[in-house]
């Protein structure tokens, strides 16, 4: 008769027989989630917050400003980072989600996936996440937040079953990210005269497209119904990206940081009064509104660029937080117009005229 303890000895030498997986198709198990988790093309990683200070954990401090990226609150504090962008290098926030911006960390997604070790009925499996053509702001991940761990089991079918997280920390960007990083831009301003002026109903249509553009949060299709001038580029004309537009609301919109682009001047777009040519610039138009509390004139301009219509924004002071276009940027009043003007032809001044440049002691 077999005793209790040699009886459990059998038990427990046919439990060890069950199904297992080798070295090799661990690896492999592990090769497979990687792929299918990390994107190949464009992707950035989601930064919370919409004030100028935003959660950025996934990121190097030190790293950061040393590319002079972002100003970090207090690096030194031992607490959760968190960021404010540059204006140099905004432009790689090309989108935006309900509860950040999206920065561009770069494209070709890979990982090294070291060899397995074997704990208990488990393997423990290194993983290295890494970018092929990374951003500035790609070269600044963390280690924390590209290795990482996972476990790998076997299912009694023999199948291998992967315990941990292989993907970048996208968070809720788009995939593949948006493109529009590269300023680009002209010192040429749009020569071609417009066969004849804009009707009312065609300046409502271009507002209710670029409106429409941003309600869905799709920043380079509203950036492309512009002429956009950022007067702190050395190109001014055309050298906008979608960074400029991620603070700029919908008709009606004022969350959180956000300010609607007819900045609540007019209830509707039906409201715009008339219509009037520049003297000095024949492709732009302005499209004169009433303010509906404070009764000034105010207004936004529209430009006739490659055979067609696109509103005017103007990249004219630097925020606190994210730089912003403004649309209603009042050219229709002459020194208004006319500091624009200087400003577009390189002369440092700001937007009352003022120069900006450094005073020289003697």
Same mark, same amino acid.
Request: hydrophobic share 40%.
């Given at each position: ?86 204006? @140099? ?8 989600? @309900? ?35 990374? !951003? ?16 790998? !089991? ?201 120069? !900006? ?6």
């Amino acid at each position: 008769m077999q005793s209790p303890r040699a009886f459990a000895v059998f038990a427990f030498t046919l439990g060890a027989c069950g199904p297992t997986l080798t070295d090799d198709q661990v690896t492999e198990a592990v090769r497979a989630k990687v792929a299918e988790a990390v994107p190949a093309g464009r992707v950035g990683v989601e930064l919370l917050g919409r004030s100028r200070w935003v959660r950025a954990g996934m990121f190097d401090a030190e790293c950061l400003q040393q590319k002079d990226l972002a100003f970090s609150e207090n690096p030194a504090a031992g607490e959760a980072l968190r960021i404010s962008p540059t204006y @140099e290098n905004q432009r790689f926030l090309t989108a935006d989600t @309900e509860k950040g911006w999206c920065v561009l960390l770069g494209e070709g997604g890979t990982a090294k996936v070291g060899g397995p070790v074997k704990q208990g009925d488990a393997w423990v499996v290194p993983v290295t996440l890494s970018l092929a053509s990374p !951003t500035p702001w790609g070269a600044c991940l963390a280690d924390r937040a590209l290795t990482r761990e996972v476990k790998v !089991t076997v299912d009694e079918a023999g199948a291998p079953v992967i315990d941990g997280d292989v993907s970048l920390p996208i968070g809720a960007c788009p995939v593949p990210m948006p493109a529009g990083e590269d300023r680009g831009g002209s010192n040429e301003r749009p020569a071609e005269r417009p066969p004849k002026a804009p009707k009312q109903d065609e300046v409502i249509a271009l507002m209710t497209r670029f409106n429409d553009a941003l309600v869905k949060k799709d920043r380079v299709a509203a950036l492309a119904l512009t002429s956009c001038y950022n007067l702190y580029e050395e190109k001014r004309v055309g050298s906008c990206t979608p960074s400029e537009l991620l603070q700029v609301g919908a008709h009606g919109e004022s969350a959180g940081t956000s300010i609607s682009w007819l900045e609540n001047v007019v209830e509707g777009f039906s409201d715009i009064g008339a219509i009037r040519q520049d003297n000095k610039i024949p492709t732009m138009y302005h499209v004169l509104m009433t303010h509906k509390r404070t009764k000034r004139d105010r207004s936004m301009s529209v430009e006739w660029v490659g055979g067609e219509w696109r509103i005017v924004g103007v990249v004219g002071a630097k925020g606190a937080d994210l730089t912003s276009a403004r649309f209603v940027y009042d050219l229709h009043k002459n020194e208004r117009r006319d500091i624009f003007l200087r400003r577009l032809n390189g002369e440092k001044i700001d937007e009352q005229g003022i120069s !900006t440049e450094p005073e020289v002691v003697e």
